[in-house]
């Protein structure tokens, strides 16, 4: 069975700032990890994946994430944020049968 | 691009009334997932079809809800009775298999349910 835990439901930062968005799975089985976003109604957006190989990651609009097994930590960051960033950002977990378990979500809110 | 599509975008309807979701994968994927999405919370999987057959459906409240995917392309998510509680967001989501078992899922806008 997979699990995901992130660990902050909300994470204030100002703009131009860095932030990082934490995430830890637990999993019985091969490890895919996702970082998926959603805005306001809308569906969600792929940010970026690890499925194998290097164990940081880079995806869209600046975030890279680092694949750490022995922490069993998959967490999210950008060096420098922007208003438009505002938006919700789910760890998930691939398990048997391409199905994901997603974690709770963090809310990350950018100031001006 | 090619997108997943998801109609309506929002519904509004009272407890015990019937209601029902389309959704129309990008072309070509054979595999279709219903997700519920509850207001602060990250998505749970409802049903996942391959093809028009069921593959998971454990999450599924079968007493309310039914999915089909008649011919293998678009689906219907259907609930009746409308309860309270099935007010959410209601996300569709296709995907590739890869030969290595696994596929990323591409998420359709989503349909807003609310229950009065």
């Known amino acids: 069975a997979q699990s995901v835990t992130q660990l902050d439901s909300q994470v204030p930062v100002f703009e131009e700032a860095p932030v990082e968005l934490r995430c830890n799975y637990s999993s019985s089985v091969s490890v895919y990890l996702f970082w998926y976003v959603q805005y306001p109604n809308q569906g969600l957006q792929l940010l970026l994946k690890?499925?194998?190989?290097?164990?940081l990651v880079k995806g869209i609009n600046g975030f890279e994430a680092e694949f750490n097994k022995s922490q069993t930590s998959f967490h999210l960051r950008k060096p420098s944020v922007h208003i438009s960033d505002t938006a919700e950002y789910f760890c998930a977990v691939m398990g048997g049968g391409n199905m994901l378990t997603f974690g709770g979500g963090t809310r990350l809110m950018v100031k001006p | 691009e090619a997108e997943v599509a998801q109609s309506p975008r929002y519904k509004i309807t009272e407890k015990s009334q019937a209601v029902a979701f389309w959704c129309d994968p990008i072309?070509?994927?054979?595999?279709l997932y219903w997700y519920r999405q509850i207001l602060g919370q990250g998505p749970e999987l409802l049903v996942q079809?391959?093809?028009?057959?069921?593959?998971?459906d454990s999450q599924l409240p079968k007493d309310r809800f039914s999915a089909e995917r008649l011919k293998g392309v678009d689906s219907t998510l259907k609930i009746q009775p409308a309860e309270l509680g099935d007010s959410a967001m209601y996300l569709c989501a296709s995907s590739l298999i890869w030969t290595s078992g696994i596929g990323e899922q591409f998420f359709g806008p989503g349909t807003r349910l609310t229950v009065l």
């Open positions: 079809f391959q093809d028009e057959s069921v593959v998971d």
């Open positions: 072309s070509g994927h054979a595999t």
């Open positions: 690890y499925l194998s190989g290097s164990t």
